[in-house]
């Protein structure tokens, strides 16, 4: 079973400032079934990244996504206001077919 | 546009049974598989079952293995979670969401609130 440790659990930053958020994998897994998360209080989760580096249509290129392994990384480069939120990284086995959430990284204002 | 509706959702005493459903619309919805995620109140997101297109793969979270059914009617473009012997830690609210790209979900609901209480 793999588990995802997200760190830091709280990111305190300006709007401005550049956020990175680790996701780790307690083991090596592929970065085809990387994903990661956007999710703001009553408002569905919203899909930033999939395969570990590809960004959704419609996402804004301040977010990138990055790492192999069981290393990944979440960049935002410049944190709008909006941009304040909880992040989730999640992958997806292929034996067996479930998907796994990691803890979450509450990005907030500082 | 892609919609996903669930509806079901309520006040149920522990032990007792319940059944969402999620409606599709705006995609070709045997095209897709799909999954079920909750979140528990104060706590972060749970992966609950999902289910492959033609229902050819179905898989469940440990915690309700042999309590909770998944299925789907492509006929009627919908999604359906069978939750049985609620437990209290089965309080969340429960969404639906679409498969994009190996396992990644582009769509999802707004979410069914479900509260186990005696």
């Known amino acids: 079973e793999i588990v995802l440790t997200q760190s830091p659990g709280t990111l305190s930053l300006s709007p401005g400032e550049r956020a990175t958020l680790s996701c780790r994998a307690s083991?090596?897994?592929?970065?085809?079934?990387l994903a990661w998360y956007q999710h703001k209080p009553g408002q569905a989760p919203r899909l930033l990244i999939y395969g570990a580096s590809r960004r959704v249509t419609g996402i804004p290129d301040r977010f990138s996504g990055s790492g192999s392994g069981t290393d990944f990384t979440l960049a935002i480069s410049r944190l709008e206001p909006e941009d304040f939120a909880v992040y989730y990284c999640?992958?997806?086995?292929?034996?067996?077919?479930?998907?796994?959430f990691g803890g979450g990284t509450k990005v907030e204002i500082k | 546009e892609v919609q996903l509706v669930e509806s079901g959702g309520g006040l149920v005493q522990p032990g007792r049974s319940l059944r969402l459903s999620c409606a599709a619309s705006?995609?070709?919805?045997?095209?897709?598989?799909m999954h079920w995620v909750r979140q528990a109140p104060g706590k972060g997101l749970e992966w609950v079952a999902g289910?492959?297109?033609?229902?050819?793969?179905?898989g469940y979270a440990d915690s309700v293995k042999g309590r909770f059914t998944i299925s789907r009617d492509n006929a009627k473009n919908s999604l359906y979670l069978q939750m049985n012997s609620l437990r209290s830690e089965d309080t969340a609210l429960y969404y639906c969401?679409?498969?994009?790209?190996?396992?990644?979900?582009?769509?999802w609901g707004q979410g069914t609130p479900v509260t186990v209480s005696p």
């Open positions: 289910i492959g297109r033609n229902s050819d793969y179905i």
């Open positions: 969401a679409k498969v994009v790209w190996f396992g990644a979900l582009d769509y």
């Open positions: 705006g995609f070709t919805f045997d095209d897709y598989a």
């Open positions: 083991q090596s897994i592929s970065d085809s079934y």
């Open positions: 999640q992958y997806y086995g292929s034996s067996p077919r479930e998907l796994t």
